[in-house]
Structures are given as structure tokens and as C-alpha cells.
């Protein structure tokens, strides 16, 4: 069973670029979620996917935007990056069934914006 | 929404002690997890455990959804279970606050 895998590992970019982060899910898994984990604190839910349709949203704006596949592997595009943005970003994969919800963590991708 | 609180948010062992970590969230959940994150960021599933009572060799977790809280017990500590452990209360998702625990030999 092939776990959840993250792209790239480090990222450093400059305040107004746009960056593309990935991640494929774990086999079998058809939802994905992505987390901003920001220094010391808890993962921040941004939104979810499930049928390459956004199935949920946290208090992130509208620059924050994602895709899925049909072979369930995601995207989180961020657009106009700003200094906050620098953390790390989390995806999770899961397999959506009846009262089921147990997700599965990526490695990360650590995030810095200059 | 919902908000989930852990405590202690900083912990202290010795090596061979045993802990509880409390996770307390403020309204009724379907589903609850428990990780462990490591000093890479990598999280670890320690447990799904939307109500009732796990274990897990020297970890178990209790979930007691009607009153709103789940335990996680670490019995026997060692060095390598430091690190932040967080619960996650579902459906939108929310990660409580951690407890960052360091095992000193």
C-alpha cells in the first residue's frame, strides 16, 4: 500500500509569486484534504476534495484555490503569496465511506515566502 | 465552529513515567483522531477512535463523545514518543492546540 506523498519537500519564493504544491493520495483513498501548519501551532484546515470537487472550505481567502484528479491526486495553488504564508502544508487522503473519516498524513511541504 | 482544546500544553517526563492527555471540544463530533507529530512534521496516526476505548501496545484512547472529551494514556515512557501530539475533531476537520511532550532519559 502505497502512503500519501508530497511535492516538493522545500519551496522558497518571493511575496506576489504563485506556487503549485501536490500531493497524491493513498491507494485506495478518494478525498483529500489540505492543512496550513504555521510555526508552533495546530494545522489549519483549507479545504477539501472529494470527486475532483471542493467538499468543504476553512477561513482561507479565495487566493488559496485547489484541484483533484481523476486518479485522486491534488493540487493547492496559492496565488499573490505573502510573508504569513510561509508553513507547512499538509495533505491528507482518506477513503470516504459510510462514518468513516480517518485520514492519512503526508510528509509536508515546508513552505517559505521572502 | 467547533473549538478543541488539549491539555497540558507542555509536558515533562521522565523516561518510564506515565502520562494522560486530555482533549476536550466543544461540541458533539462524529469522528475523533489522535497524531503524533514527529520533529520533521511528519504526523503519525495513533488512533480513529470516534467514541469507546483503544490501545495500541503502550498507548490507548478513550473517546467519551456525550461528554465531550477523549484521553490519550502513555504508559512506560520513552524518548522517542516526544513530540507534539494533536487531536482532530471531524467532520470539518479541527486540530486542537497540542501538547508538546519531551521524555528526558
Known amino acids: 500500500e502505497t502512503g500519501v506523498t508530497q511535492s516538493p519537500t522545500h519551496l522558497i519564493k518571493t511575496r506576489g509569486q504563485q506556487v503549485t504544491l501536490r500531493c497524491s493520495s493513498q491507494s485506495g483513498h478518494n478525498t483529500v484534504s489540505w492543512y496550513q501548519q504555521a510555526l508552533g501551532q495546530g494545522p489549519q484546515f483549507i479545504f477539501q476534495?472529494?470527486?475532483?470537487?471542493?467538499?468543504g472550505r476553512g477561513n482561507f481567502p479565495p487566493r488559496f484555490s485547489g484541484l483533484q484528479f481523476p486518479n485522486y491526486s491534488s493540487e493547492l495553488n496559492v496565488n499573490a503569496l505573502e510573508l504569513d504564508d510561509s508553513a507547512l502544508y499538509l495533505c491528507?487522503?482518506?477513503?470516504?465511506?459510510?462514518?468513516?473519516?480517518?485520514?492519512?498524513f503526508g510528509p509536508g511541504t515546508r513552505l517559505t515566502v521572502l | 465552529g467547533i473549538q478543541v482544546e488539549q491539555s497540558p500544553p507542555d509536558l515533562i517526563l521522565q523516561e518510564g513515567a506515565n502520562s494522560t492527555l486530555r482533549c476536550n471540544f466543544s461540541d458533539s463530533v462524529n469522528n475523533l483522531q489522535w497524531f503524533h507529530q514527529n520533529p520533521w512534521g511528519q504526523l503519525i496516526n495513533l488512533f480513529y477512535i470516534p467514541s469507546g476505548t483503544k490501545q495500541n501496545g503502550r498507548l490507548s484512547a478513550t473517546t467519551v463523545a456525550t461528554e465531550r472529551y477523549s484521553l490519550l494514556y502513555i504508559s512506560s515512557s520513552q524518548t522517542t514518543d516526544s513530540g507534539v501530539y494533536f487531536c482532530a475533531a471531524y467532520q470539518k476537520v479541527t486540530f486542537g492546540t497540542g501538547t508538546k511532550l519531551q521524555v528526558i532519559p
Open positions: 476534495y472529494y470527486r475532483e470537487e471542493e467538499n
Open positions: 491528507a487522503s482518506s477513503r470516504a465511506a459510510s462514518g468513516s473519516y480517518e485520514q492519512f
